[in-house]
């Protein structure tokens, strides 16, 4: 199982939450919202230090922290229905293009939401 934080004040990250999840039929992703997650900071010590509301964060099943882009890879990997995809975004120097893509579109969605309830 891995687990996804997100921030559930944000739309766009909100429909992305649901595509996955209907993506995702065997539910190898827990979704959870930041807002809880900091709530119980006792079950997810491993977010403390990071802002977690600015980008995808994910709980790999190896133990793993990862955010931004390369939770957004691995999350591909993790469902069956977007496996193509993510050997693209495998490729040697996808991260390349891949990082500054994924910050260009995680800045302009923070455009359109407020943090007064987060």
């Not at 793993?64 to 040697?92: D, E, K, M, N, T």
């Amino acid at each position: 199982m891995h687990y996804l934080f997100f921030d559930r004040y944000c739309p766009p990250c909100l429909a992305a939450v649901r595509i996955f999840q209907f993506l995702d039929p065997h539910q190898h992703c827990e979704w959870i919202p930041i807002q809880d997650a900091w709530l119980h900071m006792d079950k997810f010590p491993y977010l403390s230090s990071r802002n977690a509301a600015h980008e995808l964060h994910m709980f790999t099943n190896q133990g793993v922290v990862l955010h931004g882009f390369y939770a957004f890879r691995r999350l591909l990997l993790a469902v069956p229905a977007s496996f193509l995809p993510a050997i693209v975004l495998y490729l040697p120097y996808a991260d390349r293009v891949g990082v500054p893509l994924y910050n260009a579109i995680s800045k302009s969605r923070l455009k359109h939401i407020s943090f007064k309830n987060s």
